[in-house]
């Protein structure tokens, strides 16, 4: 019955611990919690969420800390993964639908492989609701800083997380610019989206940069292909990149709602 009763302690969320009052009561009453941050020196996904399995966790929401530096970095290496599409030639043998397609389904993975290659780190602070709350009900002036922050909500902590664990585990790597080319080919010609029209030729594209980089890995590494085979695996996390929390992150504090 104890060790029941402890197990059950341990899956209770730990949103739900604290003191029996109201739930006005605590948004009343609750201390201002200190903002989450990350520094880049010090971030690594172990300590990233404290409360690993709570159900809550889906809902906390962060934003950049200065984005009128970082979304201006962003902007920059969204205009070069552009540049990047424009200067191939094989994709303008492709129709326009084939290219829009690609484009629509590609450009967050590419984005991401950007920010990697640029190396744009970016601070973090999470939106206290509670706080936004309390002042409501306290019928507190909000700052303008408060209401540019709480207009928009913000991106998913957790998609951030997972998008900064990839950039970390690249950085790390060490890649070339040219890996980064291949790469890049690698992720934009997508033969597997629904709706192409010219899948068996994406699918020749898509073979031809996986296998110079696999050539040029094999050259640089002495013919060890351990490395070709690792980068690969660490594009296939790239797939759940969400393309709405990169636009919520990077591009909704300066944009608004613009579908991108």
């Not at 984005?67 to 599409?85: D, N």
């Amino acid at each position: 019955m104890a060790s029941q009763a402890s197990l059950e302690k341990s899956r209770k969320c730990q949103c739900e611990t604290g003191h029996p009052q109201s739930i006005l009561y605590q948004i009343l009453n609750k201390e201002e919690q200190d903002e989450t941050r990350w520094h880049p020196q010090y971030y690594h996904p172990c300590y990233s969420i404290s409360s690993a399995g709570c159900p809550c966790e889906g809902n906390r929401k962060v934003v950049l800390r200065t984005p009128e530096v970082t979304c201006m970095r962003a902007s920059e290496v969204l205009l070069k993964t552009i540049t990047f599409i424009r200067n191939l030639p094989s994709f303008y043998h492709l129709p326009q639908e084939d290219q829009a397609l690609l484009v629509q389904q590609c450009w967050a993975p590419l984005f991401v492989l950007g920010l990697a290659q640029e190396w744009v780190n970016f601070e973090l602070k999470e939106i206290s609701v509670p706080s936004l709350l309390k002042k409501i009900l306290l019928n507190q002036s909000l700052t303008d800083s408060d209401k540019v922050e709480n207009s928009s909500l913000g991106a998913s902590l957790a998609d951030v997380q997972k998008m900064k664990n990839f950039l970390e585990k690249f950085w790390n790597a060490d890649i070339c610019a040219k890996e980064y080319a291949y790469l890049k080919g690698i992720i934009l010609f997508n033969p597997e989206l629904p709706g192409l029209r010219f899948r068996h030729y994406v699918q020749t594209l898509q073979q031809e940069a996986q296998r110079t980089l696999m050539e040029f890995s094999s050259m640089m590494y002495n013919r060890n292909l351990g490395r070709f085979a690792w980068i690969l695996g660490l594009l296939a996390s790239l797939k759940a990149v969400n393309a709405e929390t990169i636009a919520d992150l990077f591009f909704r504090p300066i944009l608004g709602e613009v579908n991108l």
